[in-house]
């Protein structure tokens, strides 16, 4: 298996791409594709001592700004470390593909240059969270600002399909955003999201309100992107703001007390880091592409490498493929 | 000052209300007016040892149903401990109110009975929320699950008056909840509600991803009602979340850690209460009109009135009218 990889993407890059590059080669035993300016490469892994010759690189000269305007990725950064491997990949020179950069660029290049799943009417940026229970999908997290409700239907299934093949999660229990749990809650979308979902090939378990992601009784979460972005990075704010409070609470005077507990707090760390989740999956295009974290670090790239090639093993793309088939019939 | 409090409304009512309404009128000195059934009120307060002698009782025999469809609270509702405080406060027999009851009552029935300020399009719902720094309004957080861009507008005004009036926070800063800080984010209703704030009568400081809201640089967030639900459950459920974290770290072994470190804990504790910040306050409405947390103790019914207290010391409404007559000209 090939996984292809972004080397310019994120506020670390190249350095903790290549960091997490070398681990998933010798530890995941996947083969590694590398896209970006080949000489700054070579320099980075020579600086570090990061040993690449076993990885192929994809020149290419120039790097993705964050700021530019997402479509810009199709003409004027066509030559660019993103660009670059999103075509790789549709040409068949990888099987998936891990980017940390612009989230806009990679929605518009990989719709554009790799297509979507045929029938699949929108892509959907679906990032894992973690709960008190388990893994939780949320999508749309921010691919789409407005949604029809077909679409959300579209998310549940590709969700289902994910939290299925990939986290082995039988029947996932799939939940809608909303405002309230009685099924007369919420927006025109909601109402219309809600009737199609009951009716959908998937474990349709009501309306969620967002106080209850936490609680990790739900395996997936659907809603339009507006929603979903403000709920991901609500979700990722007041997980930073909780490690800062437990971090203040054993500063100081309070190392003793840590140190008693040591074991707990980084357990709880471990818990509530993205980082040990990979990255947001980039559901609905016809290869799967990963998402990054922009602050990834070499652990990051690792994780989010290792669950490109979870999804390319799990064949969630055929999987979902052959739902749609099926609900053409419905 | 005469403050009115529906003393069947919430999880803990009436027990909850009495306490509250006893320690109220002890240390801030106002008049308490209780709505409810008087026998059932007085039989509570005697097995409590609570004194109520020196609060005034409005009769009311019936509760309104959390279940109920709002809009009852008008007509089949209208015996109720919920409605017949509204009538009491439209008729001059307090200042303001406080009810735990069904939100969805309390904004229909404070819409119809009580009446918007003269110029304002709708009421909002608007809670205080914890943060790193400082108390931060959120508003709408439920009132309108649609909203048009000149709601938002003056959600902001009235947002920016009671930071300033209540809080005492000098020319608050008021941020618009959005997917990204470039003002060419969002949906339609952002980007034209970006464009009404510039030119709005308050501290308008762009747009505010929800990541950044526990950061504190924001006193003032404004939403359509859709979204602003969903943050405020987040924040939530998040806190709960986070709580429950902290708890399972100091359990069992890790007691004598929590020891060492007893007065933060309990200072963080404090500082994620939503008891200590009083309830959301129903805007946009002739009155004061306090929703208190279903789930409000004694403590929170206290803070609830406090908070009550502060808006008509504050003069909020008629420094909200003011600022409406200003705008006219603009």
């Given at each position: 298996m090939r996984i292809i990889i972004d080397a310019f993407g994120g506020d670390n890059a190249p350095l903790a791409v290549l960091q997490g590059s070398r681990r998933a080669k010798d530890e995941l035993g996947v083969d590694i594709v590398l896209s970006g300016d080949e000489t700054r490469i070579r320099e980075a892994a020579q600086q570090a001592g990061i040993?690449?010759?076993?990885m192929e690189i994809l020149h290419a000269p120039e790097v993705f700004d964050i700021?530019?305007?997402?479509?810009?990725i199709l003409k004027e950064g066509k030559n660019t470390s993103m660009a670059v491997g999103l075509q790789a990949l549709r040409d068949g020179k990888g099987d998936a593909i891990v980017c940390a950069g612009s989230t806009g660029g990679l929605v518009a290049g990989a719709t554009f240059i790799?297509?979507?799943?045929?029938?699949?009417k929108r892509p959907a940026l679906a990032p894992i969270l973690p709960t008190k229970k388990g893994p939780l999908m949320l999508m749309d997290?921010?691919?789409?600002?407005d949604c029809r409700a077909d679409m959300i239907v579209q998310f549940a299934i590709m969700g289902s399909v994910y939290m299925e093949k990939v986290?082995?999660?039988?029947?996932p229990r799939v939940g809608l955003l909303n405002v309230g749990a009685e099924e007369t809650k919420g927006r025109e979308l909601e109402l219309q999201a809600y009737e199609l979902l009951q009716k959908a090939p998937i474990n349709f378990c009501g309306n969620i309100e967002a106080r209850e992601m936490p609680e990790g009784n739900f395996d997936v979460v659907v809603s339009d992107g507006f929603s979903g972005n403000i709920a991901l990075k609500l979700y990722e704010g007041m997980g930073a703001f909780m490690r800062d409070n437990i971090g203040d609470m054993f500063s100081g005077a309070g190392k003793i007390s840590a140190l008693l507990i040591y074991p707990r707090i980084k357990a709880l760390r471990k818990r509530m880091d993205y980082k040990e989740h990979g990255g947001a999956v980039l559901m609905g295009i016809s290869a799967p592409v990963i998402k990054a974290?922009?602050?990834?670090d070499g652990k990051a790239f690792f994780n989010a490498i290792r669950q490109a090639r979870d999804c390319v093993e799990g064949g969630i793309i055929s999987t979902i493929s052959a739902h749609l088939e099926t609900m053409k019939g419905v």
């Open positions: 040993q690449i010759s076993d700021h530019a305007q997402p479509t810009t790799n297509k979507r799943i045929k029938g699949i997290a921010g691919a789409n600002i986290k082995g999660i039988k029947n974290h922009g602050s990834s």
